[in-house]
């Protein structure tokens, strides 16, 4: 039984605290991959989403263009986002990220380790491909740091430099906006068919 997992970053947010809002240019790049995927030769067969506003906005775009409905999912939040700890700088928000990426056993005040983000994604995942019809295609909207965490999680480094050099040192850096990730899941494996794609960006360049 197999089940494609298209892994998509939301669009360019905006730079400032709180559940932030695509700027323009993310609006645009949301709006490429949503004809990338109405165009694509295999129909989609389910949307999720964070609850965030800048990954919302995102699948609703795909949502329009594929005409399919979307489905929200707590699991997809990101690992923590800046805001959600009163008072907290945006110095002390990256050094707190960074510390959790380094470690990822460590808890951070709010939000989740890289571990746990990794294991929610991980537990959505496992999910759908055992409910869900074979061949399922579905596309999850979610965060770049969510999504490395689970491949960091899931993989090997020797796995995963395949496809970045010394990828577990930079991952951080690794996951563009609106980027796809494609995996497949076939019997409690996964496979990686393509990582952080942005082909379907070129004509926004």
């Known amino acids: 039984m197999s089940t494609t ?3 998509v970053r939301h669009g360019l947010k905006e730079r ?7 700027t323009a ?11 990338h995927f109405a165009r694509a030769t295999s129909p989609v067969t389910k949307i999720l989403t964070s ?11 795909i949502a329009r263009h594929t005409r399919f409905h979307i489905t929200e999912d707590p699991r997809l939040r990101e690992r923590a986002n800046w805001g959600d700890c009163p008072n907290q700088s945006f110095e002390e928000f990256i050094a707190m990220w960074d510390r959790c990426t380094s470690d990822p056993d460590y808890i951070p005040p ?14 959505l995942l496992t999910e ?44 951080n850096q690794l996951i563009p906006e609106c980027s796809i990730t494609t995996l497949i899941h076939d019997q409690e494996t996964y496979t990686i068919e393509a990582f952080a794609s942005t082909e379907h960006l070129y004509k926004l360049k």
């Open 5 to 7: 997992f298209h892994l």
């Open 16 to 22: 400032r605290i709180g559940d932030v809002s695509l």
């Open 25 to 35: 240019e993310g609006a645009l790049q949301a709006e490429a991959t949503a004809l």
């Open 51 to 61: 609850p965030l506003q800048r990954a919302r906005e995102t699948a609703s775009m």
């Open 110 to 123: 709010v939000g989740d380790s890289a571990k746990q983000a990794g294991e929610r994604l991980a537990s």
């Open 128 to 171: 759908l491909a055992n409910e869900e019809p074979e061949n399922s295609n579905i596309i999850v909207v979610a965060h770049g740091g969510l999504i490395t965490d689970f491949l960091v999680q899931t993989f090997t480094e020797r796995e995963l430099n395949v496809w970045h050099s010394n990828f577990i040192a930079m991952q």
